[in-house]
């Protein structure tokens, strides 16, 4: 699968959960209980113990049944790694030119992190295929509405601060997809052993972009 198919696998899910999790087998078992609830757009995030080791296994497991890649990228080593756990894209919270290009020379799908108009344009500028506004809790949907005036053709995707509540506006301001993480998973559900409360509110983030794409 090139970057190109990731994209538009990813436009077509429209969500990726934002897994940190809080260790190794209940990160698995976080996966496996979105899965249930339809969720195939998987991010483990660096933040997550023994991170490459979750990827590889998930990719084993489950192959392509699920896309999976790697967030929270912050340094260049992290970047072949996760290439070679199996990460089918990579996102990093920052923007940072060095980080970028060696995510870029990868030739995986590059998500790179931004939230000025600023660092979108030059991120954008510098070959990053989606724009991640991070953190989104700080802008809301009419900023992202507001970035495409000057940057029409510029792929957004918001992760922080995305809700059940708030997913409709988010799409409407014209992102392709968004990034949900303790709003769909949080790390708390998986200690106490409710992984059905996880697979419930995944249902509940799928439905709800059904129901938002249906309108259109």
Avoid at 52 to 72: F, K, P, S, W
Wanted: net charge negative; charged share 20%; with cysteine.
């Amino acid at each position: 699968m090139n970057k190109s198919d990731v994209l538009e696998n990813i436009k077509e899910l429209g969500l990726l959960a934002v897994i940190r999790g809080p260790s190794p087998s209940l990160t698995i078992e976080i996966v496996r209980a979105l899965l249930a609830g339809g969720v195939k757009g998987i991010e483990i995030t660096y933040s997550t113990p023994n991170a490459e080791e979750v990827v590889a296994e998930l990719v084993r497991n489950y192959g392509n049944q699920i896309l999976v890649g790697m967030g929270t990228l912050t340094d260049v080593e992290q970047v072949e790694c996760a290439k070679k756990a199996g990460a089918k894209f990579l996102v990093s919270p920052i923007y940072d030119p060095s980080l970028i290009q060696a995510m870029l020379e990868s030739d995986l799908l590059v998500m790179a992190g931004a939230l000025t108009p600023t660092e979108v344009f030059q991120a954008y500028r510098l070959g990053s295929d989606v724009i991640k506004i991070f953190p989104g809790s700080l802008t809301g949907p009419a900023y992202i509405k507001t970035l495409h005036g000057p940057f029409p053709n510029i792929p957004f995707m918001p992760t922080g601060g995305v809700n059940i509540n708030n997913i409709a506006d988010w799409f409407g301001s014209g992102v392709i997809a968004v990034g949900a993480g303790s709003e769909l998973c949080p790390p708390n559900l998986a200690i106490e052993g409710r992984f059905e409360e996880i697979t419930k509110r995944a249902v509940e983030f799928l439905s709800a972009i059904s129901n938002i794409r249906k309108a259109k």
